[in-house]
């Protein structure tokens, strides 16, 4: 088979986006419009935590298969699901220690026994965890389940340390922007393993977005600045848009020769 053609079939089948700065703001955002959307649903539309994790578990599972049957990444459909599970990985840990009585400590263990097992069987079955080049059904499957487990442990993660420490929305900010930005620095200078700095960030991102969309969105006399989580949430999935458009615009085209 010609060289070319193989490669080009390669990047066609690619699934994910890559991991350059405009994906970290959009991810950062997602997340944001996870925590926010979820109060939108469950709080100011009165639909209640068990109702508003039934809407979103359907949504997720029809974006997901629809995402999974396409033969290459496709920005605005990544990023729904993105959004989607963003939103059901805070419904999970929030329906555990809410709903079922499942302590924060137990909440955080779990999930992180969770994503191990989740990285052992993703490496077992592909010898790689190679996050730039998601190119087969099996892959992508792992893919997903694993940003499922960080969403929710960095949903109980954040809570966990936010509520032990007492810090409030704007120093959780402060401490897990800090946090990402020493992960960074290690990464870059020190020449931290891409892949752990890469799923060490996108944990951190989970509660470091949610604490902004809480900051921006929650009453004054919490915290917050007041905004509303409708208003939060329309804000950053407008900025979001923004994003996806530009990338895909920007997106370099591959060249049949």
Partial sequence: ??????????????????????????????????????????????????????IMFALLGSALVYQIRQVQYIPWLYWLNVVLISVVGTLVTDNLVDNMG??????????????LLTFGLWYRAEKTLDIQFINTRKRELYYWLTIL?????????????????????????????????LI????????LNGIFSFWLVYILTRPLGAYLGDYLSQDVVNGGLGIGAAYTSAGFLTVILLGVVFSTVTAPKPKFE
């Fill in 1 to 54: 088979m010609n060289t070319k053609t193989t490669n080009m079939s390669q990047i066609l089948l690619n699934k994910v986006p890559q991991v350059v700065l405009l994906f970290w703001i959009i991810k950062i955002l997602s997340t944001t419009v996870g925590e926010t959307a979820a109060d939108f649903l469950a709080v100011d539309l009165n639909f209640g935590l068990v109702n508003t994790s039934w």
């Fill in 102 to 115: 499942v302590s924060l400590e137990t909440a955080t263990a779990g999930f992180s026994i969770a994503l």
């Fill in 149 to 181: 487990f960080t969403f929710a442990l960095g949903t109980a993660a954040g809570d966990l340390l936010a509520e032990s420490l007492g810090l409030g929305y704007a120093n959780s900010l402060i401490l897990f922007g800090t946090a990402i930005a």
């Fill in 184 to 191: 960074a620095i290690a990464h870059f200078k020190w020449h």
